[in-house]
């Protein structure tokens, strides 16, 4: 029984989705429920009070639930049986078969919930990012309420700027009329959308099970050889996703309420492009006006702006991504700003890449064929040989408890988020970040004979030795937190590879075939794929399958001589040599897979050292 992690205060913010449920379907939101997300916003029970009136100010107009979990209740269901077998199929000593089946269940790590320090309402962060430039330091800050309660700062709203070519910005509810440079502005700050961490309220403890069976058969005395299939099966394993993931408009499915927040916003800006159409949903009366416009890059193709007049653009698909059309003057093509990735998305004033939540709905399987050959101590000899053919498969392969980091600043790494479009986590399913589809091992110890000799410089050698080799690990291509900001954006491999929705991880297209994608140079280390295939996914999350690549093979060898000298009946004396890789083979690691690195498809690191030699000594007695 794992009990849900709690804070001595009750310093612990979350979210109940169940209301806001209708904000992700196509007809059942409304911007009154999904531009104000203050209401789904949950603390426990024993919450205290921390002395700072702002902060205390935002608890008091928070719920709070009847424990100081924030979830329900406990997961107190978790039976685990195990059962084992052997048997002896014949009246002989020699063979024996093994199996058995349990159900282990795995401890939730409190890594995830230790992450929570940016959660409301113990926490607002604000950025000042505008105007651009250099922000004075020393009054960066001078225009902001430091006593006003933090729940003032919402609902957030929709902006969008006068003209034709306005564009949408949030901003929040504090009235702020001036920016760090005291410009006056419109009311509120342009908005620091919520990093959150939020914990399904239904959340289950992961479990496996495991099964297996095998035989063991004795072929002398002192050599065995067995063979053993295993498979394991992991559910409701922990992952984090981006719960709110823009649409593209382009989607039929995206919520209509969506479309509604840009025609409000267009409204309020004195409806520049000319009223709003008469139709029986919101996409329908803003197309054309607040949103919609043609986009000649969408499907490959190229807007051109020659002597002030712009071609290229006639009969170009109507992106409906677009705030404002492109336009051409002066030579220069503008216009065509895509609407901010924060702005599509179901509920109004939650960051995408930095708002997570933690689920129980991983699942994992492996299957397994091991091999093993074992001799006995026996003539001076020991040796041990394995070899395992595998396949591991899941959704997601690491622990959900880390943020943003792998030695990268603000670039994601594997633990952070699940990969791909987070509406379709069948798409995710793939080999494991810690497949291995083959491995083989064998280690060995040898006593060398002495011929007969009992003189001290023939007796007493021993060599030993360690072999393994062993596939590769896979890897995924993806950029990290791509975002489209113009229409010509769309045809940029980095930034077109999801760049539509800004997610943690956007893997491009595959316009060629894997076989084409896996070959490498001449040189592996400078190309060790041939990127050339890659293609925008023109803003989606690309068709290029996760861990559809590996880094080379590994292999190593490892080898000792040692020699033991007895200078009494108690006392010997032992010296050794050690050669750790003794064929000094360079092992490569993964080579760079982050579209837009300026070593990407290149390999950077190594798995192991190179070769190294020890001389040791040792007196025993």
Excluded at 50 to 63: E, Q, R
Excluded at 70 to 91: E, K, V
Excluded at 183 to 192: D, K, L
Excluded at 286 to 304: D, H, S
């Amino acid at each position: 029984l794992f009990m849900w992690p709690t804070e001595r205060q009750g310093r612990i913010g979350n979210f109940d989705f169940d209301a806001f449920d209708p904000c992700f379907s196509q007809t059942g939101g409304s911007l009154s429920l999904c531009d104000n997300p203050s209401p789904g916003f949950i603390i426990p029970a024993s919450v205290e009070s921390t002395g700072l009136a702002n902060v205390d100010g935002a608890i008091a107009a928070t719920a709070r639930v009847d424990n100081d979990h924030t979830l329900r209740g406990q997961d107190l269901n978790n039976f685990a049986p195990r059962i084992g077998f052997a048997y002896q199929p014949f009246d002989t000593s020699r063979m024996v078969i093994r199996g058995g089946y349990g159900v282990f269940y795995d401890r939730p790590s409190a890594a995830f919930i230790n992450t929570i320090f940016s959660n409301y309402p113990f926490l607002r962060e604000l950025e000042i990012t505008v105007p651009s430039g250099n922000v004075p330091f020393a009054n960066a800050f001078s225009q902001q309420p430091t006593t006003l309660p933090l729940s003032s700062w919402l609902p957030f709203r929709l902006q969008r700027g006068s003209g034709t070519g306005g564009t949408y910005v949030i901003r929040d509810n504090t009235g702020v009329t001036r920016d760090a440079r005291l410009n006056v502005t419109p009311p509120g700050n342009i908005a620091e959308t919520f990093e959150f961490r939020a914990i399904d309220r239904d959340l289950r403890t992961p479990y496996v099970q495991q099964f297996n069976i095998g035989t063991q058969y004795e072929i002398t005395k002192n050599l065995m050889f067995e063979v053993r299939y295993v498979h394991t099966r992991g559910q409701n394993l922990l992952q984090a996703l981006a719960f709110n993931q823009g649409f593209d408009l382009n989607d039929p499915a995206t919520p209509d309420h969506i479309y509604e927040r840009f025609n409000q916003a267009y409204l309020a800006a004195g409806s520049p492009n000319g009223p709003l159409n008469s139709g029986s949903s919101a996409r329908e009366r803003g197309l054309g006006k607040a949103f919609g416009f043609a986009n000649p890059f969408r499907v490959g193709g190229a807007a051109t702006c020659a002597g002030g007049v712009l071609s290229g653009v006639a009969g170009a698909p109507v992106d409906l991504n677009l705030a404002n059309p492109l336009t051409c003057a002066g030579n220069t093509l503008g216009g065509g700003q895509v609407i901010n990735f924060e702005a599509r998305v179901p509920i109004l004033g939650f960051n995408v890449p930095e708002a997570l939540i933690l689920r129980s709905n991983g699942e994992s399987t492996y299957h397994g064929a091991q091999f093993g050959l074992t001799q006995r101590l026996s003539r001076g000899l020991h040796f041990n040989g394995s070899y395992t053919w595998s396949k591991s498969i899941d959704t997601s392969s690491t622990d959900p408890g880390s943020t943003a980091g792998g030695g990268k600043p603000d670039v994601p790494n594997s633990g952070f988020v699940v990969q791909g479009d987070l509406r379709n986590l069948d798409a995710n399913r793939a080999v494991s970040d810690f497949d291995r589809t083959h491995r083989f091992s064998l280690s060995f110890v040898y006593d060398i004979p002495s011929l007969g000799s009992n003189r001290r410089l023939f007796t007493g050698w021993q060599v030993s030795g360690f072999f393994q080799a062993q596939t590769g690990t896979p890897f995924s291509i993806f950029s990290p937190e791509p975002e489209i900001g113009t229409a010509p954006q769309y045809r940029d491999l980095v930034r077109g590879s999801g760049g539509l929705y800004r997610l943690g991880f956007g893997r491009p297209s595959l316009c060629g075939t894997l076989d084409e994608l896996r070959r490498p140079g001449s040189d592996i280390t400078e190309e060790a794929f041939n990127s050339d295939v890659l293609c925008t996914g023109l803003g989606q999350s690309g068709n290029l399958g996760r861990n559809v690549l590996r880094a080379p093979n590994q292999s190593r060898f490892d080898f000792g001589i040692i020699k033991s000298t007895k200078l009494s009946e108690t006392v010997a004396l032992e010296f050794g040599w050690d050669i750790f890789n003794v064929f000094n083979k360079a092992n490569f690691g993964a080579p760079d897979f982050e579209l837009g690195s300026p070593d990407f498809g290149q390999i950077v690191t190594t798995v192991g050292g190179p070769r190294v030699m020890q001389f040791r000594a040792k007196l025993k007695f």
